[in-house]
């Protein structure tokens, strides 16, 4: 008999209805940039990081435990903060035993969202941690759903090929019958040699290089393991396991 | 300036509300079996299928109009009817100058959804009548949603290949900024010479071949313009354009 657990995945927060994620392990995956970006704080040093889902949060929250309030709003550092949701701000030198308070709208809603219906765990993934993610969706040995964050509850196909790293990964250890697994799998094959390459066909790629000049956060947002650490969430808070 | 039409695709009915639809043409695609079975009996000189969505709606409209009622449930013909949602059911022996009232459930609840956010015009699409869909969408020249009926809200690959199948032909007559229908049509283009053979992989195959045996139907939904007519939605009724 297959004993396996089972994976699926939710390829935008409005299907997340759809899957009975009581007992599962929730990947919450927002490749541009939020979980890239929580990935490199957490590697440099971040005691935590603290997601939610305002700009006016964000500050109060950080006002009060003396944190680091950033976050972005039309690509550009959001009225009232200092700082963005780019990887890259997030060095050592700068974020080491801070807390960050990161306010991102689809990655924090659909975390939201999954722990209202009873997620059993929550991390978060992207290319930069994706070795400690499947590490971990191993070891676990439960159910996993692999949760797109998308935009504004769309579709996009960055998440989607993260979602296809992660099952070419460790498609063995899982019993899959999802055809958003098979496709995303199928996609990240497909691409998995030229992901920059392949990146200006995003629709998101347009609004991050085109508008905003954010090539270099692309590049890092699709590197494997430059931020290798796993953001675990717990009471309200994403810390490095 | 680029003054094509727009189109977009929406993966699952439950992503629809994320498109404006009322300057567009609306494709209901439901490949196993609702719209290739709608195809098929137009095709053999049906006057008109009447799409509902319970039995005993169908039961009861047949009764007033003299009308073949079909439907399925669970793969089988549904208790109350005579006939089922197979394309090959609906023979023009069989069919020619009667009237088809079909119920489906994914394929109809879209049709319906569509109709609500006030579609401007409402067809439906399958492989056996591919051309007739792409001819009509280029000679209208309008904005198009390429609409996936998926399986209870779920993402279904089938829907998919069919929507990139689409765009692989009429790409150049429309403006696509649409992680969706990229993704699409890259599925399609990897599996289209050789749909058949990719078909077990599809959860949907399951469900059709191994419980039920219905492989000659598979092939059939699979097979273009075998049925090359244009069902288009006119006040309650589908009829060959």
């Given at each position: 008999m297959n004993n396996k657990p089972e994976l699926h995945t939710a390829l935008s927060p409005a299907l997340l209805h759809l899957y009975d994620i009581s007992n599962s392990v929730v990947v919450i995956i927002d490749v541009f940039r939020a979980t890239s970006t929580i990935a490199s704080a957490l590697y440099n040093g971040a005691k935590c990081v603290i997601p939610v889902d305002s700009v006016p949060k964000a500050i109060e929250i950080s006002k009060s435990i003396d944190g680091i309030a950033a976050g972005e709003r039309d690509g550009r550092v959001a009225e009232g903060l200092l700082h963005g949701n780019s990887p890259l701000e997030y060095s050592r030198d700068f974020i080491e035993n801070k807390t960050l308070v990161l306010t991102t709208t689809n990655g924090t809603r659909l975390l939201h969202m999954s722990l209202e219906k009873g997620a059993d765990t929550i991390i978060s993934g992207s290319f930069p941690n994706i070795s400690a993610v499947c590490d971990f969706l191993i070891t676990e040995n439960k159910n996993v759903l692999l949760g797109c964050a998308g935009w504004k509850d769309r579709f996009n196909l960055e998440d989607t090929l993260f979602a296809g790293a992660v099952i070419s990964r460790i498609k063995n250890s899982f019993t899959i019958h999802c055809d958003s697994s098979l496709m995303a799998e199928t996609m990240f094959e497909k691409y998995k040699d030229g992901l920059m390459k392949f990146a200006p066909n995003l629709t998101h790629y347009h609004r991050l290089?085109?508008?905003?000049?954010l090539i270099d956060d692309i590049k890092f947002c699709l590197t494997n393991d430059v931020a290798n650490v796993l953001p675990l969430y717990h009471e309200g808070k994403l810390v490095a396991k």
């Open positions: 290089v085109e508008r905003f000049g």
